[in-house]
């Protein structure tokens, strides 16, 4: 038995699947390459393209075909299993599936990185706002967060005196829009087109596996839980918004999502953004001073502490065995794609807003 045969019958496409990986990481060392030729050249169009083609379709065609994708494995898995049972899965047999599960592998990673996944290697918002380097520390941190607290409490005393409800989907998705379409005034290179935002088909799974929303990089659809509290859906669906403009990096679409939100006149988009980020700012401020995190969650006014209570309520009713497993998998994923934090770069919007203020001094 030669182990290698099955190689040498696809050597050429195995030739070219290994150049262009090594052409993916050598080019991704390069991030003002990377800004200036994929992301605001290539990705800008080519992303605006998947959109057009995906997001007429009333439902998300990226979650089809990650349901046809894993009933794919499933039955493969089945029927290897039976295989095994039965004692036909031999060694030729196994060389040759694992070259050809190697090479699907290899060929989805291509994919992923020529469709969006080089945007983890981009310089950033910070680098395009000319943001100045800024000490993150606990003075700064509790500026934010009294700063974000004043802004917090404003936005809902607001939404309360204006009698202002929050819209059924369609509407959301189509004020998010006109959210970024304001930003892009002030920031061009936040231009938005072609709208592909979708109602996540998985939305109970993703209520117990803990996530709110995502991007599917394969057909340029934003994929939002809408089972969740309706207070987080405006910011949720701003930051999946951001993934669609290029910020890979969870910090900068949550940035994204705040500029799109601040330079909008829509006080809904606004609560949810700033609540999202004084929740941040919070947790962050607790690390390094406990007793002034807790002093300034008592100073919200009783109509946020009553949301957070039920935004708590609602993970609490989904806490599971599994979540912790699946958190640690995605924090595993985001340290693998250049944030080396973990889920802790979700909280790293505040370095840049602390920065943003810095310049601009307003928040």
């Known amino acids: 038995m030669n182990i290698f045969s099955s ?17 993916i990481k ?21 992303s605006a393209i998947l959109r057009f083609l995906f997001g007429w379709i009333p439902f998300s ?43 699907i592998f290899l060929s989805i990673y291509i994919v992923f990185n020529v469709f969006w996944g080089l945007n983890y290697n981009r310089k950033g918002i910070a680098w395009q706002l000319k943001l100045p380097k800024i000490d993150y520390d606990t003075v700064n941190l509790k500026l934010m967060q009294d700063l974000l607290l004043q802004k917090v409490n404003e936005t809902k005393q ?20 006109v959210c970024y379409d304001d930003a892009a005034v002030v920031y061009p290179f936040m231009k938005y087109r072609n709208t592909a935002i979708k109602s996540s088909l998985y939305g109970l799974m993703g209520d117990y596996l803990g996530f709110t929303g995502y991007y599917n990089p394969f057909t340029g ?43 909008s006149h829509d006080t809904l988009f ?36 009553a949301d957070l209570l039920e ?16 958190t640690w998998l995605y924090g595993k994923y985001l340290q693998e794609n250049q944030q080396p934090q973990g889920l802790r770069t979700y909280n790293e919007v505040i370095a840049t807003l602390m920065a943003y203020y810095k310049k601009y001094g307003r928040i």
């Not at 190689?7 to 052409?23: D, M, P, R, T």
């Open 270 to 305: 606004q609560y949810s953004t700033y609540l999202d980020l004084f929740v941040y700012a919070n947790r962050e401020v607790y690390y390094f001073d406990s007793t002034a995190s807790k002093l300034a969650a008592t100073q919200l006014i009783p109509a946020v502490k």
């Open 311 to 326: 935004w708590r309520l609602f993970n609490r009713k989904y806490v599971n065995v599994f979540e912790p497993t699946i």
């Open 7 to 23: 190689l040498k019958k696809q050597k050429w496409v195995w030739l070219a699947v290994l150049l262009l990986i090594i052409g």
């Open 26 to 46: 050598l080019w991704a060392q390069n991030n003002y390459h990377i800004e200036h030729f994929y992301t605001n050249d290539f990705y800008y169009f080519f």
């Open 158 to 177: 607001l939404l309360i005196s204006k009698s202002l409800s929050y819209p059924d989907k369609k509407e959301l998705f189509e004020r998010a829009k």
């Open 221 to 263: 659809e934003a994929q939002v839980n809408t089972t969740v509290p309706e207070f987080l859906l405006p910011y949720i669906t701003l930051h999946e918004m951001g993934h669609q403009l290029g910020y890979a990096k969870e910090d900068e679409a949550n940035f994204s999502g705040y500029l799109a939100a601040v330079n």
């Open 61 to 103: 065609v990226g979650d089809i075909l990650y349901f046809i994708a894993g009933l794919w494995i499933f039955l493969k898995l089945m029927k290897n299993t039976a295989l095994l049972f039965k004692k036909k899965f031999t060694l030729d047999l196994f060389v040759k599936k694992f070259w050809k599960l190697l090479l």
